[in-house]
Structures are given as C-alpha cells and as structure tokens.
C-alpha cells in the first residue's frame, strides 16, 4: 500500500443548512426524552391523554351526562356533570372542611394550591393524578358528593379531572359537580381561603 | 465589524430563547394546556401533543445555547426561526378567533400564549416575534456568507 493512500485526508464537506437544522431538532428530542426518563417531567407521560373530555365526546358526538363535547376546536369542552354556582359551593364548604361526605378537589398545581385553596379542598394536580389519587380514592368512592375546582374562566382543568375519574376510576358522574367559577370566583367574592400549613 | 455584528445578535437571541425554553420548563403542563388551547394539533393520539409540550423547550434551549455559543449557529438560526413563525401563525389564528367570538379589538387582546412568560399584550407579542424571526433569519443568512468568504 502507497505511503500516499495510507495518508490520504478526505475532506469533509460542510453540512447544509437543514441538515444543521435537523441535526438540532433531533438532539433536542433526545435530550427532552432522556430528561423525562431519569427525572420525570411535571406529570406528563407521552402516551396519557391529558384531555379526556375532548376525546371521549368528540366534534359530532350529543353531549351526554359526564361526556365532554368540543364544540370549537381547541375551546373549553362542554360536559354533563352538575355545576355549581359560588352560592352552592359556600353551602357545601362547611361539610367539606368537617370531611362529612363532601370533598372538594382543587385541580390546580401544588404551587396554585399551597398558595391558597378554599378550605377543606384536597390537592389533586390534573396532571399529577397519580401522586395524589391513590390517596385519595376511597374517600372519594365513598363521598356523597365531589366538588371539583380549578382556577376558572377558561380552566378546564376541573372537566378533564371528573372525566378521568368517572371514565378510568369508576366514580358514577351523579356524584360529581363541577364548581366552574373556580378559586378565582371564589377569591373575587372575599371568601375565606386556606393557604400551605393551615389545615385543609 | 461585519463578522462581529452577526455573532452579538446571535448571542442575544440565543439568551431570549434560553430564557423562553428554561421558563416552560417550570411546570410543563401550563404549556402543555397552551398548546392544547391554540387547537392546531389533534388530541389523538395523545403523544402528538405531550411530545410538542416536552420537546419544544428543549428545541429552543439547545437552539439557545448553539447561537450562543457557535457550533451549528446557523442551523440553530434556521430553527428558531421556523418555530418561531409557526408560534407567531397559530398567535394569530387564535386572536382571530378571539375577535371573531368576544368582538375584542386587536389592540386590546391580551392572553397567555404560551411563550412562558404568562398574559402577554398581543400586539406588542407578535411586533417582537416578528423582530425574533427577522433576527434569526438574517444570522442564517449572513453566517453563512461569512463561512463562505
């Protein structure tokens, strides 16, 4: 073999613009796949589906008792369950905050929660359910009425929740009510809150 | 100066992008439900939106750290600015159906689009995306011109 074969150097050719570019995008999924198997990422698994009542209705489907319809693309689902007014929400709070068969649901984050929740609500993130369901479960199979809530205005947070506890969980929907106007309602009519350390 | 005024750029749109990147990655469910709001991808099968949600951050942290720092710069620029733009496209789309549902006035809307950095005034949203994606545009460009010279 020729000294000169043997110390031939190809040489590279630069890479294309795209190539850089999915070079890039590639890495980054990677990383983002790698991260969320050593540490999780906030509660989101690739295959869950984290917007149950928009599945389980659907563009064309009625709007039954606890299934969810989207009416406009990407708006907040509609659904059967029972709702709540701020008037019916301050009747059942006592019975919440004493555990006498009514327990409230805040499914908003740990953070939203610890910063203050209405009294006696217990903190089920939608999207961490599985840290605090199992937790939870047979006090809510065994309630008379659960009362879920998240921030309000456009949250949907709250429908997904029942949805999921109603569809993967077993509850039956008659037990669950939906507090639509949410914490924010509820702080914007001076109602006494709790906040992380204070029991509820 | 004309190799020095590129990489300055560069380096300052490589930070906004870390910023935006590391800031969803605080509670990837806000994001999450952002992305879900805008209603562009399907709902099925569900790893189409979770993936976005989780990979996205990470697109513009890497693209952030490659224009920062130099190696696949001019890649990192053609990204960002295809991201970009399709954030800035399904901005639009959903002000346009906010106007059309609420009857808001454009210069009046104001909502969380998602970029991580929570209610944003719109119109001022989309004039700064819209200075983002020239930005990244033209240091794809001009590096490469650069590289070729």
Partial sequence: MSAQKGCSVRMLRPRSLVTEALLLAATSLAVALIVISIRGNGGLQLSRDHFPADSLGGPEAEVEIGRGKVTENGSKPEHGYQSLTVDDAQVYQPYAEARDGIVFLDARSKKLYEAGHIPGARLCHHYRQDEYLPALLDELRAADLVII??????????????????????????????????YEEWVNHDLAVATAGERG | MNRLLPRVIAITLGIVLLVYGVQKLDEPSDFLKSIHAYGILPTQP????????????WIEI????????????????????????????????????????????????????????????????????????????????????????
């Fill in chain 1, 149 to 182: 809530y998240c921030a309000g205005g456009d949250c949907e947070d709250s429908i997904q929740l029942a949805t999921d506890l109603v569809f993967i969980h077993g509850l039956s929907h008659e037990v669950i009510a939906i507090y639509e106007g949410g």
């Fill in chain 2, 46 to 57: 569900p790893w189409i939106l979770n993936l976005t949600a989780i990979g996205l951050p």
């Fill in chain 2, 62 to 149: 890497i693209c952030g750290l490659a224009l920062v720092i130099g190696p696949l710069r001019r890649g990192a620029a053609l990204l960002s600015a295809g991201v970009i733009s399709v954030f800035t496209t399904a901005i639009l789309v959903r002000s346009f159906q906010i106007m059309d549902t609420d009857g808001t006035a454009f210069l009046n809307l104001a909502f969380d689009c998602g970029c991580g950095s929570g209610t944003v005034i719109i119109w001022q949203k989309l004039l700064f995306n819209g200075a983002l994606i020239a930005g990244t545009a033209w240091v794809a460009w001009v590096d490469r011109r650069i590289q070729a010279s």
